[in-house]
Nanobody, 122 residues
């Protein structure tokens, strides 16, 4: 199996910063993409940022210029640096990874972390 463990959420004042981390472990042959989604109360889960093999990144317009995603391939870890946080960034942030396992049919599938709460006070 594959596990994703997130850390770094918390409570911060508007204008502050947080850094989220997500480490993948288990029977991993390769990771095609890693990234972050978020879900605020009463809203749909939305993509925040992702980084794919080769280093291409996709950043949501709502966070562009404030958030940055990076990845440590050797450690199967993805980071989300969040600066200039706003109250509307308050949500549960979920890490995901598109993983090819060492066992089975070698078909990529998505795995998700348990989520970490980010709360931005005004």
């Amino acid at each position: 199996q594959v596990q994703l463990v997130e850390s770094g959420g918390g409570l911060v004042q508007a204008g502050g910063s947080l850094r989220l981390s997500c480490a993948a472990s288990g029977r991993i042959l390769s990771i095609n993409a890693m990234g972050w989604y978020r879900q605020a109360p009463g809203k749909r889960r939305e993509l925040v940022a992702q980084i794919v093999s080769g280093g291409r990144t996709d950043i949501a317009d709502s966070v562009k210029g404030r958030f940055a995603i990076s990845r440590d391939n050797a450690k199967n870890t993805v980071f989300l640096q969040m600066n200039s946080l706003k109250p509307e960034d308050t949500a549960v942030y979920y890490c995901y990874a598109e993983v090819v396992r060492t066992t089975g049919l070698r078909i990529p599938r998505d795995y998700w972390g348990q989520g970490t709460q980010v709360t931005v006070s005004s």
